[in-house]
């Protein structure tokens, strides 16, 4: 029998009638590796008994660490899921390997991602900036990182998980739910509903674009990209319509093949009296400085980049800020006049069919999900009730 090390790996060699065995044990401590190599012999007495072997000596498949199984998960999300989705997992991948990159899927446990869970929520937040020469850097923001970030890194934890799974069945999947699993962080009420005196004094305090792009989320609940991707040949004045997503011209090939985040994202939205002003501003403006969209973007110099859009996260920067000068809560993001929208047009008894294909969503049942059930909207669907019993 022979016990030696290589390089940082024990290997061990024994003879087994007649034959030379051999093995590298990929293990550092030689304590393990002797058991190892004892664990190997006595499964080879008892198989040639014919004897079932134990559990703790039936041999494992060695699983790849999490890091070496990253990239296949990665390129599976490409495959089948929406780019902003595979971004998503891709950001939340970054985060889990730095964390437990170096541990194998097996042995990745309960404790193991609750450990992630409590540093994950111990980091600060991280932006990443584009430059023009396509290049990117990672800069760290102010500010403790929202439990929502480190639950969907969670989920995408366990989404990994189920995939692995569909290769080696017998892998435990430490971040399932339920009782005994694993417990989210609770999450701040998602939804903040401005009242019409809280969006006037957030409009006071709002940069231009700011304003106008609040204005239009809140009149008729467009997304912040719907906003920033505006071009003067999508507003049509004479019918007031907004055509969102719409087909390219002539000529141009598709850029965006999912035309906005959703299927349903490509919709007509009907101009109210607030938007058709805001509209008209901007469309003047565009063609003053010859843009080809309607909130474009400016370099750090200040000055316009005709050819390309302003990105969302300078607005919600923008929007941090007009926050901050406004008084609201810390944690209403531009987002919520997307939901103050669906809300007050759910206040005023709009059909629900109507109020999801406005925002642009597949089924009533995301609408709802928008609604916050309030005691003013109950008053409103109670209302035609009481009427009647005092009738």
Not at 141 to 168: F, H, I, M
Not at 280 to 288: D, H, I, T, V
Not at 300 to 313: I, P, Q, V, Y
């Amino acid at each position: 029998m022979a016990l030696e090390k290589r390089g940082k790996f024990y290997r061990y060699e024994f003879m087994w009638k007649g034959e030379i065995i051999r093995k590298a044990t990929r293990l550092t401590n030689e304590k393990l590796a002797r058991t190892a190599e004892r664990h190997h012999r006595e499964r080879l007495a008892l198989l040639d008994m014919g004897v079932p072997l134990p559990p703790e000596l039936v041999e494992r498949p060695r699983l790849p660490a999490l890091s070496e199984y990253i990239p296949t998960f990665l390129a599976w999300s490409k495959m089948f899921h929406r780019p902003a989705t595979f971004r998503l997992h891709r950001s939340n991948c970054r985060a889990l390997e730095r964390h437990l990159g170096d541990l194998r899927l097996n042995e990745i446990n309960r404790a193991a991602v609750e450990k992630f869970m409590v540093a994950r929520a111990r980091e600060n937040p991280t932006n990443v900036v584009r430059h023009d020469d396509g290049s990117s850097t990672v800069k760290e923001l102010d500010g403790e990182l929202s439990p929502c970030s480190v639950n969907r890194a969670v989920t995408t934890l366990r989404l990994l998980y189920r995939q692995a799974q569909g290769e080696w069945k017998q892998l435990e999947n430490p971040c399932r739910g339920g009782p005994g699993g694993i417990q989210m962080l609770e999450e701040p009420e998602p939804q903040y509903i401005l009242t019409e005196d809280e969006f006037k004094r957030y409009l006071q305090v709002s940069p231009l674009d700011l304003a106008h792009a609040a204005v239009l989320m809140r009149e008729r609940g467009l997304r912040p990209q719907d906003v920033v991707n505006l071009r003067p040949r999508d507003v049509d004045l004479l019918n007031e319509v907004i055509e969102l997503w719409p087909a390219p011209e002539p000529g141009r090939r598709r850029q965006r093949t999912s035309g906005g985040k959703t299927d349903h994202a490509s919709r007509p939205i009907v101009m109210t009296p607030a938007m058709r002003e805001v509209l008209e501003e901007r469309l003047r403006m565009a063609g003053a400085n010859g843009t080809r969209y309607l909130f474009p973007m400016r370099d750090w110099r200040g000055r316009l980049m005709g050819n390309r859009h302003r990105s969302t996260n300078s607005l919600g920067k923008a929007h941090r800020g007009a926050r901050r000068r406004a008084g609201l809560p810390e944690g209403v993001r531009l987002y919520d006049l997307r939901h103050t929208f669906a809300t007050c047009a759910a206040r005023g008894r709009v059909n629900q069919r109507a109020i999801a294909g406005v925002l642009g969503h597949s089924s009533l049942e995301m609408s709802k999900r928008y609604t916050r059930f309030d005691v003013e909207l109950q008053r409103a669907a109670f209302q035609p009730l009481e009427a009647k019993k005092n009738a």
